[in-house]
Nanobody, 122 residues
Framework: QVQLVETGGGLVQAGDSLKLSCAVSGRTVGSAPMGWFRQAPGKEREFVAWIGWKGEMTYYTDSVKGRFHISEDSAENTVYLQMNNLKTEDTAVYYC???????????????WGQGTQVTVSS
């Protein structure tokens, strides 16, 4: 029913910026919370950012606070993650996900995209 497709990843140098997109189908952006997670090989999936109902509230993990910004565009039915001043430790596959309530736990999200790779070189 709900499909999420992430795009915008790539290979960048430390200090560069990237903007990830999550195209949503089967669900209206703003109708429910959306989150961004990331996962490096062999590592646990890590919460990155969350945006609440109609984009009214946002929340970020401490390691990206001040550098990353989550937003949504109702006309495009898309959720974005603007990533600035990227660091090598930001390297991971980034996933968008949908939930029905605020949560930073991956297990509380029922719909996931396929992920997009972000690689930050020094």
């Amino acid at each position: 029913q709900v499909q999420l497709v992430e795009t915008g990843g790539g290979l960048v140098q430390a200090g560069d910026s990237l903007k990830l997109s999550c195209a949503v189908s089967g669900r209206t952006v703003g109708s429910a919370p959306m989150g961004w997670f990331r996962q490096a090989p062999g590592k646990e999936r890590e919460f990155v950012a969350w945006i609440g109902w109609k984009g009214e509230m946002t929340y970020y993990t401490d390691s990206v606070k001040g550098r990353f910004h989550i937003s949504e565009d109702s006309a495009e039915n898309t959720v974005y993650l603007q990533m600035n001043n990227l660091k090598t430790e930001d390297t991971a596959v980034y996933y968008c996900a949908a939930s029905d309530r605020f949560s930073i736990a991956a297990g509380d999200y029922n719909f996931w995209g396929q992920g997009t790779q972000v690689t930050v070189s020094s």
